[in-house]
């Protein structure tokens, strides 16, 4: 089922363009940072509640569910292949030949693997789901020419402070082997993260060419267009008594070309009035100088939405730099060895 923008005034959809972004990459962020299944679960299920107030949890739960059978296999995958040392064994999958042992650090990390890969793709179907097409083509397009100063210096500052955080938790080893003093390694920590927030901000702030947005409009305008295209001509054939599912491989093959051919001429067909839309309304003159009607602008809600998204990385960072990232396999390995 194709993802298509849904109406509707939630949380979600109230957010601005960038912040849905931004949330999606900082939950493929924490899906790496974050080992334990437990928190990695409880993230997932945060993001699905808010998700259903958003959209109607059948459509939503449609796309998920043909997922489940792929990332089982992947989580299989680490129960089978991960050899953690001092290993806690359980059991073997094939008991009278000892192969394919399974121990408890495979099934918790296959466990957490499960959740990071539908909390990486459930935050992608809430972003496509509740942002409009022009919207996310907005988002990665170069709309201003100029940028104010105070914006990118602030900008610049919090991405900044954001690197010097995550530099200590995640490189504190290395940070105290610099042939320096205390107050000599955080300034070249601190300088460093500032350098690397600044370039950070300079090519993402620069965004992609116009003609690009345009294209990227288009192309999520249109996946859900092309599905209808497609059900609208599948129905047609079935009325006509053709089959479209035959048992037969070489007889599907021949079905499937007569329903694509169909389909590609729709879409050139499509494609043409699209291209000729675009050129009368003078999209192709002096693109650079174009202004946009739609403007956007954070506000107190993307703002609390993206602290919370720094705080539960920072938090999993912390607990990290503890030893204590994945408390649910200390917790069955303790219960184990009693």
């Not at 179907?125 to 409009?132: S, V």
């Not at 494609?271 to 009607?293: E, K, P």
Request: glycine share 6%.
């Amino acid at each position: 089922m194709a993802i298509e923008y849904q109406k509707g005034n939630s949380f979600l959809h109230r957010l601005d363009a960038r912040t849905k972004l931004l949330l999606f990459v900082g939950m493929t962020v924490l899906a790496i940072v974050v080992i334990d299944p437990i928190l990695m679960g409880l993230l997932f299920a945060c993001l699905y509640f808010i998700g259903t107030r958003a959209i109607d949890r059948k459509i939503l739960n449609s796309n998920l569910r043909i997922l489940i059978v792929i990332f089982l296999t992947f989580a299989m995958f680490q129960i089978i292949f991960i050899r953690a040392e001092d290993s806690h064994f359980l059991f073997y999958l094939i008991p009278f030949k000892n192969w394919v042992p399974v121990t408890v650090q495979g099934i918790v990390r296959g466990l957490a693997v499960f959740f990071r890969f539908f909390s990486v793709v459930l935050a992608v179907h809430l972003m496509l789901y509740t942002t409009p097409p022009v919207d996310l083509a907005l988002t990665i397009t170069k709309r201003e020419q100029r940028h104010a100063l105070s914006g990118e210096l602030v900008v610049t500052l919090i991405l900044g402070l954001i690197f010097f955080v995550i530099a200590h938790l995640t490189r504190a080893e290395e940070i105290r082997g610099l042939p320096f003093n205390l107050g000599t390694r955080t300034l070249i920590i601190l300088l460093g993260s500032f350098i690397a927030a600044y370039l950070l901000q300079r090519i993402a702030g620069r965004g992609l060419p116009p003609e690009m947005g345009m294209a990227l409009t288009l192309g999520f305008a249109t996946v859900g267009l092309l599905s209808k295209q497609t059900e609208i001509i599948t129905d047609a054939q079935k009325a006509r008594g053709y089959d479209v599912k035959p048992k037969n491989l070489i007889r599907r093959i021949q079905v499937l070309t007569a329903l694509l051919l169909p389909i590609f001429l729709a879409t050139l067909e499509r494609s043409q009035d699209i291209s000729v839309a675009i050129l009368s309304r003078g999209f192709d003159y002096n693109i650079s100088a174009r202004t946009y009607r739609r403007q956007l602008k954070f506000h107190a809600q993307d703002y609390i939405v993206l602290s919370i998204l720094v705080l539960l990385l920072f938090g999993s960072l912390y607990l990290n730099y503890l030893q204590l990232g994945n408390p649910t396999e200390q917790f069955v390995l303790n219960l184990l060895n009693e």
